[in-house]
């Protein structure tokens, strides 16, 4: 697989850490480094490394302390330091400061992307007049401004893009700002996978602005013989420069209903509902769940979740009521893998029991089980934290209503209700304020015309009435009425809805008890049974890859940053592979929708990478668009 982002960062990541020479690869490698090294971090790049390595995987590369660039560190003079920042003045200026004060050995500096030269040469003066100089060893730019988050997943971590791009009283040199951020936050990407791709994006917009400016990035890149993308070709093959991938780019305004649905599957309802930032999720700790009990506290858990999971990779994507399902599969497995373990051994191991303790435990026999118990104590820890996951997600869910509200949201969008059903729920006692405000604003965009004043009234006084922040509401009522967003919207490949093939139907509620563990508590909880979740966004990718005459996307902008300058041709298709990057945030819904389609698309599968400005849940969308609402004096 040529497009495996996490990998492919991972493996920068560690060649970093080993002073930019050969190293093992960054997520399968086991080799030990006994080359000691202090990690200096700034708080993107701290991120940046978050979702990749952990401590023991850091140690297990000779990192023995990672400590905040802008924290009170102590000397210790014998130890190389690998830096690895954002090209900053006030980066450079605390480097200098610390080369000055010999606070390390030797000092291995890398920037997160290309440092300017200004930047360079403040650097280069500052430790020349301090003398530190000889202290500096390497000097590297990463190009590795953005976070993986899955093989097929990333980020770019900017914050607020959307409102940045959308203010109406934002100045050119802030949107260029924006513009500029999203740009080399993607070259960096494409250099870490090592593929020059074909450019499209619908006409006009900030899909547009980005996709020239980014193309011009290319050019400038590929004139040198030798260059980032040249290297990153260099183990792939003829094949692989052949088949270049696609480079698919879409404004957040695109589609706006896909960014405030309510989800049913289990990672966007992750994300949406337990609010999972950098694949870190915190919850209430086991007492918390039960108040009243003699254990309550207010103590919050934090759990991981990447591609290492077994759990995650295997079950995401399912809905939620088969979670509990599989919790207790794979909970069943792991008794009955303890058990075997008790026969083939002779040991009396407890499989209600802690596995630590059971480790512990009988010592007889356990030498054959050295290396079968590890493997069962973290299969053990992980369902652990997927029950605790889904138990907490399940009182919310409950709590407010959610599955009604995916329900008749999957309606709207796939055309099957009306005003009538929204107005019912909008005036009912279930869900926040934010959740009505969410289906409000899904059925304003998905209807197929512009709801009437009378209609769009009776919803207002519903959502006051919950406590609603209105100034979106109204932010987006004025979008549709001008036809700048929902299912009127001209000139963006189908609008948001457009050619979604949604199928969903309300079953009946759950009949049967699936075991007397986590299965048993979603009685209640309404099975929905979705059909083909295909976003807007998935419809026109759909349409690109294929690389056949199309209405909906002929008029779609080409930029080839290897042909010729001028506006390029339209390529030939079919594409195999393509990343999809969305300009003002994105959502694991989305991405679902695409991941869900390639891997079904005929006569052979797809590999779609998907990228986002950053990931929002649906509130934290909401948010920006209320703020848009008041700086433009539509509430």
Known sequence: MVLNVRQKQADAIVRMLHFNTNAPSGLGGRQEDESFKILILDRYTQNILAPLLHVNELRRHGVTLHMLL????????????????QPTETAIDRIASDAARGLYDTFYINFSTHVPRPLMERLASSVATSGAAARIARVYDQHSQFASL????????????????????????GIEAAVGSVVEGLFCALATLGVVPIIRCPPGGAAEHVAAKLDARLRDALRDRVNLFSEGAAGSGLAASLQRPLLCLFDRNFELSVALQHTWTYKPLVQDVLRMKLNRISIASDSNLNPGGPNASNQQKSYEVDDAD???????????????????????????????????????????ADPAESMSANTRGLMSAVSSLPELTEKKRVID???NMATSMLKLIKERALDHFYSLEEELVSGKADGDAVLELLQGHSGTGADKLRLALVWLLTAPTVPTELECQAAEDALIAAGADMAAWAYVKRMRRL???GKGQQGGGGGAGGGAAYDAQLTTLLGSTFGQGLSSLTKGVKNLLAGEQQAAVTVAVEALMDGKPNPDTDGYRTFDPKGPGGRAQRPAGPFKEAIVFMIGGGNYLEWESLVCWAQRAQPTPKYVVYGATELLSGEEFISQLAELGRRSNAA
């Open 70 to 85: 802008d924290s009170d560190r102590q000397a210790i003079p014998d130890v190389p330091a690998v830096y690895f920042v």
């Open 150 to 173: 899955e093989q097929g997943l990333f980020t770019l971590g900017l914050p607020s893009t959307y409102l940045q791009l959308n203010d109406p009283g934002a100045q050119d040199t």
């Open 310 to 352: 077994f759990f995650w990779h295997s079950h995401g994507r399912e809905q939620f009521p088969k979670i509990a399902e599989q919790v207790e599969a794979e909970l069943a497995k792991y008794k009955s893998a303890i058990e075997d373990l008790n026969r083939a051994t002779g040991a009396n191991v407890d499989p209600t």
């Open 385 to 387: 934290k997927h029950t």
């Open 483 to 485: 036809n700048l967003t």
